[in-house]
């Protein structure tokens, strides 16, 4: 089916899309979305599923074996999502019902339980993103990480995944195709086993920070006793870079408010320094040269590219390249083109299960109550992940 539009079922015209959908209100205030319409993602098709809302989990139940969790029973032909229809603040995410659709050659469908929420997620809700996401009908359905069971394997799938499997996943979203819905198919390498001894809620927090915590650290290419600054350390980002890196026998350097001096010393920092826009000069209070590489989960840009070394590279989250000076490689993190890693994001699970990474959970709540994610993650102070449970 990819690259095909089936069938128009209606057209949504508040959004002037070309796209084929049909919107429904219910007396509940929920809206319900009907769409055959497959869009071709390079060679990936877009998914659409369906879910059940008769099994509730809270946190989902603790994973003591990677299989055997069993598949859950299903309602027939729709599934809930929270999305939006229209771009703004945090109100604008309500809950959506999806058509099912089901794995394709290659593919997986999870059962979601639990869908993580990240700063990136307030960006494809507030209209940062709209030119991008107007090639799609909405509604726009944010969220990168996922966890919970899988429920149908396809053809020609060989990473070993079966149907009863606890499972994490990365998703680059796309319209409808994001984490928070009850149901999702997915490239096969893109689902991973979930660590065992987590529940769905902790394994959700780990797939998108984690592998872009690796694609940093990989970035920046430091060989074993080199230095790595990080800002923003007691973030989801920042503190996996840490960890990662003290496996890779990297020397630390981190930065931290009064209040999470203690928590990013847990990490594993070696040397926390005081946050704040003069945190370059105290790094180069302890290493004078500068460091190797630098990790900005901060964003503070400009403000502390003089951390870095003549010659050291910089890796930024949000785009930023520096102007050219001493030598220094500035190379941006990109955490999609880590999408269907399987190996990478399978060996961030060992090391979960090994307690060389931490898995941190700030609170959960169901679907309804989504828009208070993005209205305390937007605040500022959140350590760990707020959590969507479905
Ligand atoms: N490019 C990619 O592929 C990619 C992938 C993942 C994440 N990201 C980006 O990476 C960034 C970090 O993500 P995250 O999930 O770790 O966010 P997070 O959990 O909110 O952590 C960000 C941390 O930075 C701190 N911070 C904010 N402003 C600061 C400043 N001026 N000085 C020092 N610390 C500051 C925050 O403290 P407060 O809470 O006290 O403000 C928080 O501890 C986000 O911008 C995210 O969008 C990009």
Not at 93 to 109: K, N, W
Not at 121 to 142: C, H, I, L
Not at 157 to 181: E, F, I, L, N, Q
Request: neutral net charge; aromatic residues 6%; hydrophobic residues 40%.
């Amino acid at each position: 089916m990819a690259g095909r539009i089936a069938p128009k079922i209606g057209r949504h015209s508040l959004f002037g899309s070309r796209s084929a959908f049909a919107v429904r209100r219910h007396s509940s205030n929920r809206l319900s979305v009907r769409s055959n319409l497959y869009v071709s993602m390079t060679d990936r098709r877009q998914c659409y599923a369906v879910g059940n809302d008769a099994q509730k989990f809270k946190l989902g139940p603790r994973i003591r074996s990677v299989q055997g969790t069993g598949a859950l029973p299903r309602k027939a032909d729709h599934m809930r999502a929270v999305g939006l229809m229209v771009h703004g603040g945090p109100e604008v995410l309500e809950v959506v019902d999806l058509p099912e659709v089901h794995a394709g050659p290659g593919q997986v469908r999870v059962r979601v339980y639990a869908a993580a929420v990240n700063p990136t997620d307030t960006m494809a809700r507030n209209g940062s993103r709209a030119e991008q996401q107007k090639v799609d009908p909405p509604p726009y359905v944010p969220g990168m990480d996922i966890a919970g069971i899988v429920d149908e394997v396809g053809d020609d799938v060989s990473t070993g995944v079966k149907v009863g499997d606890a499972v994490m996943a990365m998703v680059v979203p796309r319209a409808s195709h994001g984490a928070y819905r009850e149901q999702i198919v997915l490239e096969a390498r893109a689902v991973v086993p979930a660590p065992v001894g987590t529940n769905h809620v902790e394994a959700c927090t780990l797939p998108m920070n984690g592998l872009t915590a690796r694609l940093s650290l990989d970035l920046l290419g430091l060989s074993p006793s080199q230095t790595l600054a990080v800002t923003g350390a007691a973030g989801a980002y920042g503190g996996y870079v840490i960890q990662l890196a003290k496996t890779e026998g990297l020397t630390v350097i981190a930065d931290a408010s009064e209040a999470d001096e203690d928590l990013v010393t847990s990490l594993g920092a070696d040397i926390v320094v005081r946050r704040g826009d003069d945190v370059a000069a105290r790094i180069r209070e302890h290493f004078p040269d500068g460091v190797d590489g630098l990790a900005d989960g901060a964003v503070q840009n400009e403000l502390v590219i003089p951390a870095v070394r003549d010659g050291g590279t910089f890796t930024a989250v949000r785009g930023f390249e520096g102007e050219p000076q001493r030598d220094i490689k500035f190379k941006p993190t990109w955490v999609r083109t880590y999408d269907c890693e399987f190996e990478k994001l399978n060996r961030l699970r060992q090391l979960v299960e090994s307690n060389a990474i931490t898995l941190r959970v700030a609170d959960t709540y169901p679907p309804e109550q989504s828009s208070e994610t993005h209205r305390r993650l937007e605040a500022g102070g959140t350590r760990g992940r707020f959590v969507i449970t479905f």
